[in-house]
């Protein structure tokens, strides 16, 4: 069972939320546990690692609370601009990106800002870890996608998309990632960094969620989530969630069936079981929280939420190329979180075309 099982959302009201799901009883009930007014714009973004959880806004600060110890923990202090995207990576990173064209790398262990990055020409719109914390994506208004490689800490190549990208995710296996512009999904592949598909949803898109490597929530400025199979490249479930539009989605594992938590502007968060078959039906409420405020973001806490990393040799990959087909070939890695390194700046056109040029 989801022992300790959490729901943690932001509202415009300037104030995060966290809820205890009993998960115990045929429908889901649910406790206030929190509520944390450390903010003094509307939150932005929520991220929540197996202690802490961040939430970002447009006062431009991120705000720490400790789970573990149930007390506020402090506030991280460098974007200059509303916080637009925020992840952990295991137990030891925190990176966030800011309309500031910022991306700030953040320890945990003492909470220092480690890197500060210039990330793109306008503001960054999303970001994302590869699985194996080798790789990073991050997208942003000068519209560019923009590859990190982590290991010998320099930015990869640049792709020019033509369009502001406003999400980014890498699937859970890491063999490719979507980029999300406007109404539309991009469907990329991990070796060549092409799109190889893309599927149109009536509305723009709000948010995502990867349910499996094929499987991909999607939710729009309407109230509907639909769910799109990124190997048909084609919608194959929808359903209505909400009264209005849906804002943030997030998901986990409960035994053999998967839970979609959505939160929406009606103020609900609710959650939906769902069987990840061949044919997908839609899904049954499990529960359904009542917040009255306007919410804005989303994020599933589990005091396990944080997988145990595995120790491997450290990698012999440099180029892009290289470290790409390392990925390629080592279909299920895991490095340990200590093992990321801090990103840098790499601004000269030269060596990005010649990055480029080795694809």
């Known amino acids: 069972m989801a022992s300790g099982l959490e729901l943690i959302a932001g509202s415009y009201e300037q104030i995060a939320f966290s809820y205890r799901i009993n998960t115990e009883e045929k429908e889901w009930t649910s ?55 925020l992840e952990f990576y295991g137990t030891s990173h925190l990176l966030s990106g800011s309309e500031d064209g910022l991306i700030c790398v953040w320890s945990t262990k003492k909470w220092e800002c480690v890197k500060s990055i210039k990330a793109h020409q306008g503001h960054v719109t999303s970001l994302s ?80 969620k990867f349910l499996n490597n094929s499987i991909l929530a999607v939710a729009g400025d309407d109230e509907i989530v639909r769910l799109c199979d990124l190997g048909k490249e084609e919608w194959v479930c929808e359903f209505k969630a909400h009264e209005t539009r849906v804002k943030d989605v997030d998901s986990f594992v409960m035994e053999d069936y998967c839970v979609l938590v959505t939160a929406s502007n009606d103020g609900f968060i609710k959650m939906w079981k769902l069987h990840l078959k061949e044919e997908l039906e839609p899904p049954s409420l499990l529960g359904e929280v009542n917040t009255t405020a306007r919410l804005t973001c989303l994020a599933v806490w589990k005091p396990s939420s944080v997988q145990p990393t595995v120790e491997e040799p450290a990698a012999k990959a440099t180029t892009s190329k290289e470290l790409i087909q390392e990925l390629l070939k080592t279909k299920r890695v895991r490095i340990a979180a200590e093992e990321v390194v801090i990103l840098e700046d790499e601004s000269k056109p030269k060596k990005i075309k010649k990055k480029r040029s080795e694809k």
């Open 31 to 85: 406790e206030a546990n929190f509520t944390h007014h450390a903010h003094t714009a509307s939150i932005s973004a929520v991220a929540t690692s197996e202690r802490f959880v961040a939430t970002g806004s447009k006062d431009e600060t991120i705000q720490l609370y400790d789970m573990k110890n149930r007390i506020e923990h402090g506030a991280l202090l460098q974007h200059d601009g509303t916080i637009t995207c």
């Open 129 to 208: 870890v590869h699985p194996s914390g080798k790789i990073a994506l991050s997208v942003g208004t000068d519209k560019t996608l923009r590859t990190w490689n982590l290991i010998n800490g320099r930015s990869a190549f640049i792709k020019n998309i033509k369009q502001n990208a406003h999400i980014v995710r890498w699937s859970p296996d890491g063999n490719k990632y979507v980029a999300v512009v406007s109404d539309k999904v991009n469907i990329y592949d991990l070796m060549t960094a092409s799109v190889t598909g893309t599927v149109t949803n009536p509305k723009r898109i709000s948010s995502i």
